[in-house]
């Protein structure tokens, strides 16, 4: 017995060693304060509380204004820094300038307002002294020459045209500057004989593709582009003369805002055609908040782009935000809350979650999980398997979500991070509202969400674990109760046994031992985001390619249904969707990050899409769907970039009430939590309307399940009543499209 005692005291102090050691080299290893520090702010910065909601008119509607900046922005100025229509800028502002390439930013105060500039010797090598701040991360315009290496299977920048003897060598001239104090590219395929004042036209082939990219982002960042990488992405395009444009205003790892996304769009297309001429189309390309975009302006302002190449797309973000929202708070209800062994099966957690989960699945954070959990005397917490929540959505709903939790907060001088809501609700506090404490109204909310329903009703989930869940799943606090994220040193947390991958100290959850509460959203932001062209009501009347790898058996955010949804809406708004085509392609294995793209079939997509926008111009006096051409279909490809089906019914399913079609049946998709909870494919409900326990029952909610029994139960769960969602687009969306104009692709 003592040999137990002493071999169990020795074990303790072991793990407590190793964790006072751990603690230690957990800080040695936090952040330091880059070279790029945000200061402080500009003495005119203030937070509104009590901000009122958008109410306006909805984008689509309103005239924007004449530009007021005179283009092209001059070589070796600044472009503009406010913009045009999008409200004012917000700050602080973080410059990303020296992190692509592209040098410290000028000096536009000096009040230690933004980022410190410094002084430079002959060889432009940084000095100590400060020469002033920042605060707008304006760069000097400019252009430089680059030319593929096909040994670094790249692009490399030209030091000197002259030191090339053959004049067929192929050249991409680059411009760089600064347009809404963002970074933009234009890339333009020329000769030898270009000049950076004089422009030479004979290598592009009078078209442009407008690059979009995605993330998520929380705004008050500049953002980096790696030029190399961008030419290297399109150099299939470039080759065939197509000019290039790209801004990481329009990246949404940057902001979420699409005002703004759209403002910056215009200037830097208004750019482009002041110094090159007009194009013949612009064709959108881009991927998740990329595509997101391209739905967006699409809807919102047509004319920014004549086609659209979505790639891994969503309808929009806001919508999407309902179920990632939802994923920590199920999972933690799964690896800890729950004491039901059948959760321990991954694949059961699609039964409520509806995206796909896979037992023995490398899961993304399961060792830092199981970690933590082990310095904490908590065995339990290694996951044998893995989800999209886990895989996809874990990270970006907290960024998302938490005011107080910023990646880059290392970045940031202590004084002015404390005064920002870093949360998407704080950077939309424009459109959203704020709170009387000054946080940016939040729209999502899970009141009379039903977890699970579907699978209630289907027979594959029991009536006490209905129940159980629904008691015990909680919601998120109030954002001005919520603390930061235990992501270590993500988050700056010294501590990794402190280490939350669900954030479940932002959560209402009480251990069930009593109904958890439930979150409740603000009204008048759900409105906003509808009326302000948030969310994509399926206005779109241009030729689109929605095109992807499949990745649901990945478990990638990027899930397939989003495709069917964006269809569904635009079905529902346009009296037809003949004009989305849906391309989705096998991925093979062993891809690098930069060849990823690269290997779906954009040319493809390009060919085709050129030959459409090219009978548009020819017969201005047909629609865009007479104008389609016979070869464009729904299909699929495998790996190989082969063509495994396209006839018109090759996406049928149950998605569309229609027997499986040939692609659907070789790339099944998955669904998500909110349609698993009584949802419909039009997944455009923000808020959903509620009916009583005792109404659900007898209108039939249920369908054959007798809830009778257990309806005190489900009014203690549900005290404000469960949610009820129709077949139909959601009404906001109803209410706006009868109110919008030209809206047909038959117009």
């Known amino acids: 017995m003592k040999k137990i005692i002493f071999s169990v005291l020795v074990l303790l102090i072991c793990v407590t060693s190793l964790g006072v050691i751990n603690d230690r080299l957990e800080h040695a290893f936090l952040p330091k304060p880059s070279d790029v520090y945000v200061l402080g702010l500009p003495k005119e910065f203030s937070i509104e509380a009590s901000a009122s909601s958008y109410q306006g008119p909805h984008p689509r509607e309103i005239q924007r204004p004449d530009e007021t900046y005179s283009f092209p922005i001059k070589y070796g100025s600044t472009g503009p820094a406010q913009p045009l229509f999008a409200g004012k800028n917000d700050y602080p502002f973080l410059c990303s300038g020296e992190r692509s390439g592209l040098g410290q930013p000028v000096v536009d105060n000096q009040n230690k307002v933004g980022v410190s500039v410094y002084g430079v010797d002959k060889a432009m090598n940084k000095q100590k002294q400060v020469i002033g701040y920042s605060k707008d991360c304006g760069l000097l315009t400019n252009v430089e020459y680059y030319i593929k290496d096909s040994e670094l299977n790249g692009f490399v920048k030209v030091e000197e045209k002259s030191q090339f003897k053959n004049t067929e060598s192929k050249f991409i001239r680059v411009e760089t500057g600064t347009i809404n104090r963002f970074i933009y590219v234009l890339a333009v395929p020329v000769s030898i004989t270009d000049m950076p004042d004089k422009f030479n036209h004979d290598k592009w082939n009078n078209r442009l593709i407008y690059r979009f990219k995605g993330g998520v982002g929380v705004g008050r960042q500049q953002g980096t582009v790696n030029i190399s990488k961008l030419l290297y992405e399109h150099n299939q395009q470039l080759e065939q003369g197509y000019a290039l444009a790209f801004s990481t205003g329009t990246q949404t790892s940057n902001h979420y805002d699409i005002w703004l996304s759209e403002d910056t769009a215009l200037r830097v297309k208004k750019q482009f055609e002041s110094r090159y001429g007009k194009p013949l189309y612009t064709i959108g390309m881009g991927g998740s908040g990329g595509a997101i975009q391209q739905y967006l302006l699409a809807q919102n302002h047509p004319g920014i782009i004549d086609a659209a190449i979505p790639l891994y797309s969503y309808p929009d973000m806001v919508t999407q935000v309902n179920y990632a929202l939802d994923c920590e708070l199920l999972e933690y209800y799964f690896d800890v809350t729950s004491d039901d062994s059948m959760w321990g099966t991954w694949a059961n957690r699609t039964l409520i979650e509806g ?18 959990g082990l310095l904490s005397g908590d065995f339990s917490l290694m996951p044998s398997g893995a989800s999209e929540c886990t895989n996809g959505w874990r990270g970006p709903s907290q960024h998302i979500n938490n005011p107080v939790f910023y990646s880059m907060y290392h970045a940031i001088s202590p004084e002015t991070y404390g005064q920002i809501d870093w949360s998407h609700w704080g950077d939309l506090s424009h459109i959203y509202g704020t709170d009387e404490s000054g946080f940016g109204n939040r729209f999502w909310n899970n009141e009379g969400v039903q977890y699970g329903l579907s699978s209630l009703l289907n027979g594959s989930l029991s009536v006490r674990n209905f129940l159980t869940i629904n008691k015990q799943v909680g919601g998120w606090k109030p954002v001005a109760e919520m603390t930061n994220e235990r992501f270590w040193h993500i988050s700056g947390d010294e501590s990794f046994r402190n280490l939350s991958v669900w954030s479940h100290h932002n959560m209402t959850h009480n251990g069930g031992a009593n109904p958890a ?63 989305q085509l849906i391309w989705m392609s096998e991925k093979g294995e062993g891809l690098s990050r930069k060849d990823v793209i690269k290997s779906l079939p954009i040319d493809d997509a390009l060919r085709l899409l050129d030959q459409w926008l090219i009978n548009i111009k020819e017969h201005p006096n047909l629609t865009v769907i007479q104008n389609k051409p016979q070869s464009a279909n729904d299909r699929c490809y495998d790996q190989f970039s082969n063509i495994i ?12 009430n229609q027997p499986l079609g040939v692609c659907q049946k070789r790339l099944p998709h998955y669904s998500h939590s909110r ?35 257990y309806s005190a139960e489900l009014d203690s769960i549900f005290p404000d009543g469960v949610c009820l969602v129709g077949d139909e687009p959601n009404e906001y969306v109803h209410a706006l499209l009868d109110s919008l104009k030209d809206r047909s692709v038959y117009q």
């Open 645 to 656: 089906d396209n006839q018109v019914n090759t996406w049928d399913g149950a998605w569309n």
């Open 517 to 579: 509460s439930r979150t409740k959203g603000n009204k008048a932001a759900v409105k906003a985001a509808y009326q302000s062209g948030l969310v994509f009501l399926g206005v779109a009347n241009i030729p689109i390619i929605d095109l992807r790898h499949y990745l649901d058996h990945k478990l990638d955010m990027h899930h397939s249904i989003a495709s069917f949804t964006s269809r569904k809406r635009i079905e529902a708004a346009m009296g037809t969707s003949e004009h």
């Open 675 to 709: 349609m698993v909870a009584g949802g419909n494919i039009y997944d455009d409900t923000l808020e959903c309307n509620r009916i009583s326990v005792d109404q659900a029952i007898k209108d039939g909610v249920y369908e054959g399940v007798d809830m009778k029994p």
């Open 355 to 372: 995206s796909n989960a896979i037992d023995g699945m490398k899961n993304r954070y399961g060792k830092l999980q199981g970690y933590s």
